[in-house]
């Protein structure tokens, strides 16, 4: 089936072919988990947004900071692991030594639609080479 929700809920196991290579072979949750690669969190923050981006940029395990949106007083972020470590804390510390608020600290979730296309997404060749 190529319907990922019907999928998602009817099997244990998922398997994906693209151009005749095997692309993915995994439970939803699994397959969902691999593909993320970096963990990352969002979190809803008051605090100056170019102090705070700095903050979070800083703390242990952080790869990439990311602002998403800006809601009257805050700022929502995606803060992108460097190896896949647990941000929560990191986050929650660079906050509180900031004097901030958290709003909302949550995982980034992906659907099996995200998935699918980061697995099955066009990838350069590599150039044959000349003899």
């Known amino acids: 089936s190529h319907i990922l929700q019907e999928i998602s ?3 244990t196991r998922i398997i994906i072919i693209k151009d005749g290579r095997l692309v993915a072979d995994f439970t939803p ?3 969902q988990a691999q593909a993320a690669g970096r963990s990352a969190v ?3 923050i008051q ?3 170019a102090d705070v981006k700095a903050k979070l940029s800083s703390a242990p ?3 990439s900071v990311e602002v998403l949106g800006r809601h ?15 941000l929560g804390p990191a986050v929650y510390r660079a906050v509180t030594q900031g004097g901030w608020c958290l709003h909302a600290l949550e995982p980034e979730r992906r659907s099996l639609e995200d998935v699918y296309l980061q697995l099955t997404a066009s990838r350069p060749q590599p ?3 000349a003899s």
């Open 9 to 11: 809920a009817m099997c």
């Open 42 to 44: 969002r979190a809803t």
């Open 72 to 86: 009257a007083a805050t700022c929502e972020y995606r803060v992108r692991a460097a190896d896949g470590a647990d």
């Open 47 to 49: 605090g100056p947004e």
């Open 29 to 31: 949750g699994a397959m």
């Open 127 to 129: 150039a044959a080479a």
């Open 61 to 63: 395990g952080v790869g």
